[in-house]
């Protein structure tokens, strides 16, 4: 890990750069300086949240479809902005370093507190956000390619304890929730992918698809198009139960195998944005995920709806840091 750490400070100063710059003048392309209104209340003017991945991932589907129904609820339009690179700490450097006013928010997973520890140059840590809310926490769908010959768990162990890295793995993004199902799987399984790393879950579902890698690990947002056209193999889900949107495909847990994984989704506003601020955006994202259509929607779009904010939010967040943080640290010795 430390060499990996070593080889990806020279590509994410290299990115970031290229892409901070693009990225600012398309924030007042979108409306980030819309004039605020006289009376000042917030939000006066356009809210943007920063999804550090590719558009049509699981990320941005799960952000676009809450926005949408907080919309109503703020009396603003809410501007997605996809700043790609890094396996999300660009966009997350974006985020953090934007005016803690409540105008710019970020998408937030369970990894992201601990990325000063996997990434050299990154500059933010677990102190660099305000949690605001919690929204949904996600399986994974296991799917192969056609040609692997791997149709469900036994012959996809039986394939990786062959030989080391003998399967290929599609991972979207390095030390995202993907690779920590990776990393987990492999120790309590006792064996080795060959580590793929793309641009968000949707990239390594098409690389499964097109048969240049063997599996892929996309959330269920990312996996049902590529499903329903025929072009993978679902072989499991990573709950503990199934998911109705899926419930033709089985847990792993079904498959003889004791194993789950699961990732939290969230949003968070850079730190010293003021209470208040955050108490009304937690409030109107509330009010959004109660709405039974949001429900429905996001049900149908493979997000599985789960909700945290405030104090409760905070300590989750918090113990989540921690428990990631000794994970990151003992792969790093």
Known sequence: ?????????????????????????????????????????????????????????????????????AEEALGQKIVIQNVTGGSGTVGLTKMVGAKPDGYTLGYFACTNSNDNLLFEGIEYGVDSFVPVVEYSADPHIIVASKKSGITDMESLLAAAKKAPESVSLALGGAWTSHDFLRISLEQQEEIKFKRMVYQG?????????????????????????????????????????????????????????????????????????????????????????????????????????????????????????????AMIEAGLE
């Open 201 to 325: 879950g949707a990239e390594a579902i098409t690389a499964v698809a097109s048969g240049d890698v063997d599996l892929a690990v996309p959330f269920v947002s990312e996996a049902i198009p590529q499903i329903e056209a025929g072009n993978v193999v679902p072989i499991a889900i990573t709950s503990g139960e199934r998911f109705d949107v899926v419930s033709d495909i089985p847990t792993i847990k079904e498959q003889g195998i004791d194993y789950e994984h699961t990732m939290w989704r969230g949003l968070a506003a850079p730190a010293g944005t003021p209470q208040e601020i955050v108490d009304k955006l937690a409030a109107a994202f509330e009010t959004a995920w109660n709405n039974e259509q949001y429900q429905e929607e996001a049900k149908a779009a493979g997000t599985m709806t789960e909700f945290r904010k405030g104090e409760d939010f905070k300590n989750f967040y918090l113990e989540n840091h921690e428990s990631y943080k």
């Open 1 to 69: 890990m430390k060499s990996m750490k070593r080889i990806l400070t020279a590509v994410l100063a290299g990115a970031m750069a290229l892409s901070l710059a693009a990225c600012g003048n398309n924030a007042q392309e979108q409306g980030g300086d819309t004039p605020a209104k006289a009376d000042g209340e917030f939000p006066s003017k356009v809210i943007q949240v920063i999804v550090p991945f590719g558009a049509g991932g699981g990320a941005d589907i799960s952000v676009r479809t809450l926005a949408k129904y």
